[in-house]
């Protein structure tokens, strides 16, 4: 296909562009870094890998509306100056997938030329201002957020296609993260390989973009990540906060650096600066401003980086060398990786639960983790929650050997945290290999050889007591050959300080998050148990319950449900929804209807080890608890005052019924399971043993 001017014209200034960039960058950088910069340029990303998007056919115009409120949440200020095919493609896309937060679209026409104003007249429900004059984007950008009336602004380039869903996520971060000041999108070429998320700053101002020219959903940059700064062009921050920071600063002006400028600004007020890649804009670097750092308005580009230097100075000082390798320099915080057999499932067990909520205190803490499940499996939406929590989740086909990726990863981290000993047993000679200046540390979960032998000696089975054992010496060997080992409870402590006196054993429960005490005991009604159904416990849990204990219930109190939740069901537990009142409801995937409107929690529990997440569930949620002394092993609870416990059949019928029929017994226990749940169960109970045993406070 023959080039015409415009396409030589761009090709040119491409050329230039990246020789005075590589020349500038060979003066700061030196050769290696520079050298590696410029392989990132020729980077090939596969066709499969490549992210899936949605960019509007070119069609003559047509009038059409775009999203509008009167009571805009977000206010999306779009800064244009010609290039009208460019805006409305953008407004085109914008409009075809409407985000379900309410909000305003505001383009400001910095001076256009060409048909922009004719024709964005024509668009209903659109903010068109136009300038009296040309002054540049930051000019036009200032101008839009004076006029915005939304809780949020949106900065968004005129020559992007925004995907669909990209706004409610920004806008979610917020929400998800208190801490959050700014938030920018993941920025993807037209081809669908990654332009940026988000960026780093070196100590003397000049910046480098993450992921460039790589995959979108590669692990490292999948995943909700800190950054010092996201390019403007799709940008979402507090309107206040905006204000407050005195909008983009006019010294920069007529454009480049002020998004940099506005991050640092954000970054002072002790507010973070995200990159969401769950939002994705499809951007067409270059359009208006081109790439050529020696002519035009990209010209700015040198001259601010020099003022923005100045300006920040002291924050300067602290940024990494500009011939530091990005990836590395962005790891200024302790680095965890967490192994487990799989992707946790928080909403179907409770080990699930306490590792999505120890990786989420790990973020809190200010660590950076990796996540790797040992069979590599993405696991659609649990995966996207740990990303969502800035979690690197690592998944085929992105690993495929473990000690190929450890040979490539391991000098990241300076801890490895893995669960379960059939999972370290086989890591261990790898991570001592190479990660060798990590810290191994064993996650017990909860002591199998424990949980087993007792299911063993209930059933009288010789053949599962033989098992026991053995697993015993491989659980022991592990915590031999940890640096330390974690366990949920005292009691299993004082096990292995007769076990494996040697071992530095440290606990670190259940963690849970307090829900608060839900309905009234008069709006609660009916009795619950919870727990999956792959644990053997459960399924003898449940079986003794409804064989023993439901008919002595039920003899006095015929009104009763028992509802029975938990996934994976095997036969012998559906079998049971045959008996009078019993539900077997299977995996419910939110558990808040059952927790905070069902009156009585059972936990029969005859066998098992570790601390019960059945129990911390109910108890966070203001549900008092009725459960055999198994249940409750090691939770600080006592019978009458935070739990009612029985162990005999009719003992526990009893203490059902008793519970059920008493409101002041009832409240006393509600509150002070809640209080029990806080005190030892939450994330803050935790989080002195996580900063000295997994952040190395003390070492």
Not at 398 to 420: P, Q
Request: charge should be neutral.
């Amino acid at each position: 296909m023959a080039l015409n001017r415009t396409d030589l014209r761009f090709l040119y200034r491409r050329v230039t562009g990246l020789f005075w960039r590589g020349l500038a960058s060979l003066r700061t950088r030196g050769l290696g870094p520079t050298w590696s910069r410029v392989r990132q340029q020729f980077r090939r990303v596969p066709a499969e890998r490549r992210a899936a998007l949605y960019l509007p056919e070119p069609v003559p115009f047509a009038p059409f509306a775009v999203p509008h409120s009167a009571a805009p949440r977000a206010s999306v200020v779009i800064p244009v100056y010609n290039q009208c095919a460019h805006t409305v493609t953008c407004l085109r896309a914008l409009a075809a997938h409407p985000p379900q937060a309410a909000m305003e679209i505001i383009v400001v026409d910095d001076g256009s030329c060409d048909e922009t104003e004719s024709t964005l007249l024509q668009v209903e429900g659109l903010r068109y201002h136009r300038r009296r004059e040309n002054g540049g984007f930051i000019a036009a950008c200032n101008d839009g957020a004076a006029l915005a009336r939304g809780e949020y602004l949106v900065f968004l380039n005129n020559d992007t296609v925004p995907q669909p869903g990209w706004l409610d996520r920004l806008l979610d971060t917020f929400a998800a993260r208190p801490g959050a000041g700014l938030v920018g999108a993941q920025l993807i070429y037209p081809d669908g390989r990654l332009q940026e998320a988000g960026g780093i700053v070196f100590s003397d101002g000049s910046a480098h973009n993450y992921g460039r020219f790589g995959d979108p959903d590669d692990p490292r940059y999948a995943c909700l990540r800190e950054a010092d700064y996201c390019s403007g062009a799709a940008i979402t921050v507090p309107r206040a906060l905006f204000m407050q920071a005195g909008g983009f600063d006019t010294r920069y002006a007529p454009a480049y650096y002020e998004d940099t400028d506005l991050a640092f600004a954000v970054r002072a007020a002790g507010r973070q600066v995200l990159c969401q890649p769950a939002a994705r804009v499809v951007h067409l670097e270059g359009v208006t401003a081109g790439t050529d750092l020696g002519s035009g308005v990209k010209a700015y580009q040198v001259r601010n980086r020099a003022i923005f230097a100045e300006k920040w100075r002291e924050a300067l000082a602290a940024q990494p060398s500009p011939r530091a390798d990005p990836e590395a320099a962005a790891d200024r915080r302790a680095r965890l990786l967490i192994v487990d057999s799989a992707t946790p499932r928080a909403d179907r067990d409770s080990a699930s639960l306490r590792l999505v909520n120890l990786m989420q205190l790990l973020g809190q803490e200010g660590a950076r983790v990796t996540f790797l499940p040992a069979d590599f499996n993405h696991a659609g939406r649990y995966t996207e929650a740990l990303q969502q929590l800035g979690v690197e989740c690592w998944h085929a086909p992105y690993i495929t050997s473990v000690s190929a990726w450890l040979r490539e990863h391991g000098r990241r981290f300076d801890a490895a945290v893995v669960c379960r000993h059939y999972v370290l047993r086989e890591w261990l000679p790898l991570l001592r290999r190479y990660a060798p200046q990590a810290r191994i540390v064993f996650d017990t979960v909860d002591l199998h050889y424990l949980r087993e032998r007792r299911g063993a000696e209930l059933a009288g089975d010789p053949a599962l007591l033989r098992a026991a054992e053995r697993t015993r010496r491989l659980e022991l060997e592990m915590i031999g050959a940890a640096d330390a080992t974690l366990v949920v409870s005292e009691v299993e402590r004082e096990l292995l300080a007769r076990d494996a006196p040697r071992a530095r054993v440290e606990i670190l429960s259940n963690l849970h998050r307090v829900h608060g005490p839900g309905l009234p005991y008069e709006q609660r009604r009916d009795l619950v148990f919870v727990g999956g159904f792959r644990h053997p416990p459960n399924v003898d849990a449940v079986r003794w319950f409804v064989a023993e204990i439901w008919p002595r219930i039920r003899a006095e109190a015929p009104e009763l449900v028992f509802h029975c939740i938990g996934g994976d069901v095997p036969a012998e537990v559906a079998a049971l929804a045959a008996q009078p009142g019993v539900r077997v409801h299977g995996h419910v995937p939110d558990l808040t209807p059952y927790m905070e409107g069902a009156r009585v929690a059972l936990a029969p529990l005859r066998f098992g080890a570790g601390v019960k997440g059945k129990v911390n569930l109910s108890m966070a949620h203001g549900q008092p608890v009725v459960a055999t002394a198994c249940a409750v092993e090691g939770m600080h609870l006592r019978d009458g005052e935070d739990v009612l416990l029985a162990d005999d059949a009719a003992d526990f019928a009893a203490a059902v019924l008793r519970l059920y029929r008493d409101p002041a017994l009832w409240q006393r226990l509600a509150a002070n399971g809640l209080a029990n749940v806080e005190r030892h169960f939450s994330l803050d109970a935790a989080r002195s043993t996580v900063r000295r045993v997994l952040l190395g406070d003390a070492q």
